[in-house]
């Protein structure tokens, strides 16, 4: 099967930056999008960034100017590069990628277990 394995989060203070990173492993045969979601305690995950195979990328309108999204193909992996954070970027922060396994005719979604990122005011 489909892992996805999140790394980079931890906490920061206002201002500061983290860069995500989310490594997709097992019987891929292909990717199309990828993404990065988040959730904060009490609310409803949200899509922060978004690349397709041919990097268009789009943000929620939270981020913009302030993420950016990017992925490495060769390595089946993505990135979040987070700067300016905010305290109401706290969240735990989830991978997705829609990926077609060797055995399989169509991509399925994947998530990881997620990332915490805290930012301290």
């Known amino acids: 099967q489909v892992q996805l394995v999140e790394s980079g989060g931890g906490s920061v203070q206002s201002g500061g930056s983290l860069r995500l990173s989310c490594a997709a492993s097992g019987r891929i045969f292909s990717i199309n999008d990828m993404a990065w979601y988040r959730q904060a305690p009490g609310k409803q995950r949200e899509l922060v960034a978004h690349i397709l195979s041919g990097d268009t990328t789009n943000y929620a309108d939270s981020v913009k100017g302030r993420f950016t999204v990017s992925r490495d193909n060769a390595k089946n992996t993505v990135y979040l590069q987070m700067s300016s954070l905010k305290p109401e970027d706290t969240a735990t922060y989830y991978c997705?990628?829609?990926?077609?396994?060797?055995?399989?005719?169509?991509?399925?979604?994947?998530w990881g277990r997620g990332t915490q990122v805290t930012v301290s005011s």
């Open positions: 997705y990628a829609s990926v077609r396994t060797l055995t399989d005719r169509k991509h399925f979604p994947y």
